[in-house]
């Protein structure tokens, strides 16, 4: 066997590669480590250098009933849009996945729309149908559009592990006398499972990221973390604004372990089969 020999271009280029991704890792990090960081500020502002390491920020945040009320409402809606986007997701996966089916391609593209327009042309849309049907400044037109824009991911998501679902499994169970739900449950369903369950982790965090259209549909007591937070940037910046973005953060870092751990998992499930 003759060992790979490493041209000085292709040297040359792979620096260029790692030098091009740390820098732009580092564009993506550096704000986020800022904001971070004037959490923990002492001072009253976002002047740099910090006057000081304190907590009063977190305190107030969490004992304020104006981010309270938000972040509860915030976590209230996306368990409500998680509970409905990760079902319907599944199902349209699912149906997706049919061999056979006409106009799979159309039907695919037209559940994607919600990932892949603009976010701002969305909530008009969504305003001006929600105010025909009285679904405005209420909780359930609320949930439904955050579930319109969660069930994308939960498609992809499902799709994705379905495309490597090995039919045989199911003509095998099929000819042994089991009906499709029975096939379903024993089958199909323990190998979805993970992408399910990474669907309902990006369902539930593009619900509590969502702000744009919750500005649209959104009345007095449906008032979420995002939308407090770009109502208060508006009025005064104080370092409360940072202590919710850092919460926030750690909240996407949590879904984002969880959604790992299950890629792992899922992983090893198939090396042991």
């Known amino acids: 066997m003759t060992a790979r020999v490493i041209t000085p271009a292709a040297r040359f280029g792979n620096i260029a590669l790692a ?40 305190v107030e945040f969490f004992t304020t009933p104006t981010w ?15 509970a409905l986007a990760t079902p319907l997701g599944t199902m349209a996966a699912l149906g997706l996945a049919t061999p056979g089916l006409p106009g799979r391609r159309l039907i695919n593209g037209f559940l994607l729309i ?7 042309i969305v909530g008009v849309g969504m305003y001006f149908l929600f105010s025909m049907i009285g679904l405005t400044a209420t909780f359930i037109g609320l949930v439904l559009a955050h579930t319109a824009l969660a069930v994308p991911f939960v498609v992809v998501t499902v799709s994705a592990v379905l495309t490597a679902l090995d039919r045989r499994l199911l003509w095998a169970a099929a000819s042994m006398g089991a009906t499709p739900l029975e096939s ?29 259209v919750t500005v649209f549909l959104a009345g007095p007591g449906q008032r979420t973390l995002p939308r407090e937070m770009f109502t ?42």
């Not at 732009?24 to 250098?49: A, E, K, R, T």
């Not at 409360?240 to 909240?251: D, E, F, K, P, S």
Request: charged content about 10%; hydrophobic content about 60%; cysteine-free.
């Open 184 to 212: 379903f449950r024993a089958v199909t369903l323990p190998a979805i499972l993970p992408g399910i369950g990474s669907g309902a982790i990006f369902a539930f965090a593009t619900s509590l990221d969502e702000v744009v």
């Open 232 to 273: 208060i940037a508006r009025d005064t910046l104080t370092p409360t604004i940072a202590a919710a973005a850092t919460v926030v953060m750690l909240l996407s870092m949590l879904l984002l372990g969880v959604s790992v751990l299950l890629n792992r998992r899922s992983r090893r499930t198939e090396a042991t089969a």
């Open 68 to 82: 309270t009320d938000a972040l509860a409402n915030s976590l209230m809606v996306a368990v409500a849009t998680t």
């Open 114 to 120: 919600p990932m892949v327009a603009p976010v701002v």
């Open 19 to 58: 030098t091009v991704a740390i820098l732009s890792l580092v564009f993506l990090m550096v704000p986020l480590v800022v904001i971070v960081l004037f959490s923990f500020n002492s001072g009253g502002d976002f002047s740099y250098p910090i006057k000081g390491f304190s907590l009063r920020w977190y």
